[in-house]
């Protein structure tokens, strides 16, 4: 869901590379972001308007997306996130996105609460990333594999790395390095890499994106340095301090309730992907009074004589 539609460490680094697998969909080349910085005194009225848009695009067959809240790093910072087979399929999604608020809620109202979905919002900013498999370790290369394994995930870690102007060639060497020797421990799990394409502020950048089932899967990963020499981890270190302009690690949780997931990653979960509307509180009915404690009934009013 976006609203544009109206509108370092070495250390740091291996372990995000062998924490999980990464946050990429079974199809199409680009992932396609919305990250937005929620006021913080109003992500509750964001979340209810997040939510009847993601309904509305249910509904009406709208545009796809997975929304993920910070847990660890920056507070009140959500992402949705879709999956685009290439630049033509953005405006596709778009289109769709518009046609099922717009079919849903009428013009005017549905301009409504896309300007105050805004009004919630400090910042909010675009990223569209190409996937890498080139430089991924583990990766399934069964669309169906890969639905589940993000199905069946509930929290993420994105590690995003910047590397130096003129160093990218040097990085890429440097993951497939790396993956190597990731590749043959059996204990670590997929290690999917995409690049940012567009919306980049200088450098380039890449994204390590790992699901969990839960936040105890980050514990106990094998590092780095455990599977490789002395001598191969000095050079390891070298590389990527002289490649490297700086790291960011974030992890989210998922929230269902503001996606629309593809059909395909919905089918792995149902009742987690598509949760049904909370029910208002009833209120029980009072019992009727019985033996001493009743209250006579009333006898009905006589109508009037003429």
């Not at 993420?156 to 020797?181: C, Q, T, W």
């Not at 059996?186 to 089932?213: D, I, K, Y």
Request: proline letters at 6%.
């Amino acid at each position: 869901m976006k609203c544009r539609k109206v509108m370092g460490a070495l250390g740091l680094f291996a372990a995000m590379l062998l924490a999980a697998p990464a946050a990429v969909w079974a199809q199409g080349d680009y992932l396609d972001s919305e990250i937005v910085r929620v006021k913080p005194d109003k992500v509750a009225d964001f979340e209810t308007i997040a939510k009847k848009i993601a309904d509305a695009n249910r509904k009406a067959n709208g545009d796809r997306w997975l929304a993920e809240v910070s847990i660890y790093g920056e507070g009140n910072v959500y992402v949705f996130t879709s999956r685009r087979d290439s630049y033509a399929d953005i405006d596709k999604g778009n289109d769709m996105f518009m046609a099922a608020v717009t079919k849903t809620f009428g013009k005017d109202a549905a301009m409504k609460l896309l300007n105050d979905f805004n009004n919630c919002i400090i910042s909010s900013r675009s990223e569209l990333f190409r996937r890498r498999p080139d430089l991924s370790s583990k990766m399934p290369t069964d669309p169906q594999a890969l639905n589940k394994m993000v199905g069946e995930s509930r929290v993420l870690r994105v590690a995003e790395i910047r590397i130096r102007y003129g160093h990218v060639p040097d990085f890429e060497n440097y993951m497939k390095d790396v993956v190597s020797h990731i590749a043959e421990n059996p204990n670590t799990q997929p290690v999917l890499v995409s690049q940012l394409v567009e919306g980049g502020r200088g450098g380039a950048t890449f994204h390590l994106v790992f699901f969990r089932s839960g936040l105890a899967g980050f514990d106990n990963n094998p590092s780095l340095k455990s599977m490789v020499d002395e001598d191969t981890y000095a050079r390891f270190e070298k590389t990527i301090a002289e490649i490297e302009a700086g790291s960011e690690s974030t992890i989210y949780r998922f929230a269902p309730e503001l996606s629309n997931p593809p059909k395909e990653i919905a089918e792995v979960a149902t009742d987690y992907w598509n949760p049904k509307p909370v029910m208002a509180m009833s209120h029980p009915k009072p019992k009727a009074a019985t033996g001493a404690e009743s209250t006579p009934t009333a006898k009905p009013a006589e109508k009037p004589k003429n």
